[in-house]
């Protein structure tokens, strides 16, 4: 069964950074791709930053130049380290892998193994 563990979310003002931190197991870390993404209140859940198997990786417009994804194969670890970070980053985070651990995609609906999520509040 796959488990996927955030951490590293909080409260930071406008300008802070934080780093986020999924741990993965129950699979083969190295066959996934690993995306994350987050869900502000009243908003659908959004693919933030997505790291492919290869390392290739891609970010939503407002996330690049601010935000790093990278992966540690040999910990099953995604980290997400998000600088410069505004109150429209506010949200919910989660770390999750696809159905089929090459799909690379930012639909939410792609992916059927998600973190319990860690909240991240940016105040102005």
């Known amino acids: 069964q796959v488990q996927l563990v955030e951490s590293g979310g909080g409260l930071v003002q406008t300008g802070g950074s934080l780093r986020l931190s999924c741990a993965a197991s129950?699979?083969?870390?190295?066959?996934?791709?690993i995306a994350w993404f987050r869900q502000a209140p009243g908003k659908e859940r959004e693919a933030v930053a997505i790291?492919?198997?290869?390392?290739?990786?891609y970010y939503e417009q407002s996330a690049k130049g601010r935000f790093t994804i990278t992966r540690d194969n040999t910990k099953n670890t995604v980290t997400l380290q998000m600088n410069s970070l505004k109150p429209e980053d506010t949200a919910i985070y989660y770390c999750a892998a696809p159905r089929w651990g090459d799909a690379y995609s930012t639909s939410a609906g792609d992916y059927n193994s998600w973190g319990q999520g860690t909240q991240v509040t940016v105040s102005s």
């Open positions: 790291i492919r198997r290869n390392g290739n990786t």
């Open positions: 129950g699979l083969t870390f190295t066959y996934y791709n």
